[in-house]
T-cell receptor
């Protein structure tokens, strides 16, 4: 049972390049989330999904898009990366609202 | 969600109980108190949560004051592996809109 798996674990992008981060969970969870964490700060919510085919904006959605085509996968896209998007990105999933959240190990993204 | 206030950092001797305080004076009746921790930039790990009664599990105990304006997370026998940033989060039960993380408390367990 892998839990929440994020791909890739590390990536360096040039300004203006695009990329997609993949989050996969094998716990049949309905809700999935993408957060970012900047140095010395807590996590901030980017986007989330309460089920297959649904997405919603979080606290810091600008510059990101998401898709949830399959229940087990939640994709985070950067269409035109900027240095301000240098951060560690965490994915999480929960059975339902207010229940224990399971987090992935993070993706460390550097935009130069 | 109600705002929380935690000390920036704390030390605790290995083997002793670590008591981490959290103030949440504006908490509403339907809001729960959650605790997560993050060990050295890994993904956060759920510890415990509660509404108004004290809670205990294999990791920790959660003590919530009667007026619910503050709480304490207790790690009964701290080990070096408990060194981490601990986040106290208040959110309404059943809400789908994620967790609001502050800066948390950096707990350092001293050998």
């Amino acid at each position: 049972n892998a839990g929440v798996t994020q791909t890739p674990k590390f990536r360096v992008l040039k300004t203006g390049q695009s990329m997609t981060l993949l989050c996969a969970q094998d716990m049949n969870h309905e809700y999935m989330y993408w957060y970012r964490q900047d140095p010395g700060m807590g996590l901030r919510l980017i986007h989330y999904s309460v089920g297959e085919g649904t997405t919603a904006k979080g606290e810091v959605p600008d510059g990101y898009n998401v898709s949830r085509l399959k229940k087990q996968n939640f994709l985070l896209g950067l269409e035109s990366a900027a240095p301000s998007q240098t951060s560690v990105y965490f994915c999480a999933s929960t059975v339902g609202g207010g229940t224990e959240a399971f987090f992935g190990q993070g993706t460390r993204l550097t935009v130069v | 969600d109600a705002k929380t206030t935690q000390p920036t950092s704390m030390d605790c001797a290995e083997g002793r109980a670590a008591n981490l305080p959290c103030n949440h004076s504006t908490i509403s009746g339907n809001e729960y108190v959650y605790w997560y921790r993050q060990i050295h930039s890994q993904g956060p790990q759920y510890i415990i949560h509660g509404l108004k009664n004290n809670e205990t599990n294999e990791m920790a105990s959660l003590i919530i004051t009667e007026d619910r304006k503050s709480s304490t997370l207790i790690l009964p026998h701290a080990t070096l592996r408990d060194t981490a940033v601990y986040y106290c989060i208040v959110r309404r039960g059943g809400g789908a809109d994620g967790l609001t993380f502050g800066k948390g408390t950096h707990l350092i367990i001293q050998p």
